[in-house]
């Protein structure tokens, strides 16, 4: 067996870096790389984001708080849980919070980080934080920024697990959160 190589030695070395473009939700640029082994790849594509954050919210009457809302990639009405962008001095606890109240209107709880995910490390630099808000409660109105058109809705346990099972959540950033929810917390559901 081949012995197993350090981190340091698979690293590929950044030779060139260029902005293709830089508009607010869209950062591209074309890396110039050379792998490990000599291979030169002339146009390596990455693509720049901010950190995000998604929250599998649970009331004080143990049912889960859900979105749904239109997604022009793909063309669908897709189901979702509360998710957003970390802005310029928060935390990504901070903006989960802060996403949750404006989506939902849900405030307060009991917070803990589910897990940190990439959502796709070949080509995207960012990672997004997921977390778990037990215990939250409807305190006041949501509140949109100009581009989101947003519905929430609450469902039990159960039916959010059937949904999961059904391929409901299209979005895997919040499969896998709520994969792990199910698995952890909610031993009793789980098949």
Same mark, same amino acid.
């Given at each position: 067996?081949?012995?197993?190589?350090? $981190?340091?030695?698979?690293?590929?070395?950044?030779?060139?870096?260029?902005?293709?473009?830089?508009?607010? #939700?869209?950062?591209?640029? /074309? $890396?110039?790389?050379?792998?490990?082994? !000599?291979?030169?790849? $002339?146009?390596?594509?990455?693509?720049?984001?901010?950190? #995000?954050?998604?929250?599998?919210?649970?009331?004080? +009457?143990?049912?889960?708080?859900?979105? &749904?809302?239109?997604?022009?990639?793909?063309?669908?009405?897709?189901?979702?849980? @509360?998710?957003? /962008?970390?802005?310029?001095? +928060?935390?990504?606890?901070?903006?989960?919070? &802060? +996403? =949750?109240?404006?989506?939902?209107?849900?405030?307060? !709880?009991?917070? +803990?980080?589910?897990?940190?995910?990439?959502?796709?490390?070949?080509?995207?630099?960012?990672? @997004?934080? @997921?977390?778990?808000?037990? !215990?939250? *409660? =409807?305190?006041?109105?949501?509140?949109?920024?100009?581009?989101? $058109?947003?519905?929430?809705? =609450?469902?039990?346990?159960?039916?959010?697990?059937?949904?999961?099972?059904?391929?409901?959540?299209?979005?895997?950033?919040?499969?896998?959160?709520?994969?792990?929810?199910?698995?952890?917390?909610?031993?009793?559901?789980? *098949?």
């Amino acid at each position: 067996m081949k012995k197993q190589r350090t $981190d340091e030695e698979m690293m590929w070395k950044k030779l060139s870096s260029e902005y293709i473009i830089q508009r607010p #939700w869209l950062t591209a640029r /074309c $890396d110039k790389v050379e792998l490990p082994n !000599g291979t030169v790849h $002339d146009e390596y594509y990455v693509l720049e984001y901010p950190t #995000w954050i998604n929250v599998v919210a649970e009331t004080e +009457e143990g049912m889960l708080v859900l979105e &749904r809302q239109y997604r022009h990639g793909l063309q669908i009405v897709s189901t979702e849980t @509360c998710a957003g /962008c970390v802005e310029e001095g +928060e935390t990504p606890l901070e903006a989960a919070k &802060r +996403e =949750l109240e404006e989506e939902t209107g849900y405030t307060g !709880g009991t917070w +803990e980080e589910l897990m940190v995910v990439s959502p796709n490390p070949s080509i995207m630099n960012n990672l @997004c934080y @997921c977390f778990l808000a037990r !215990g939250v *409660r =409807l305190t006041s109105p949501t509140h949109f920024d100009k581009t989101e $058109d947003i519905e929430s809705f =609450l469902r039990t346990k159960q039916q959010t697990y059937e949904m999961l099972l059904q391929g409901e959540f299209k979005q895997a950033m919040m499969a896998a959160p709520l994969w792990k929810y199910f698995t952890l917390y909610c031993k009793d559901i789980v *098949r």
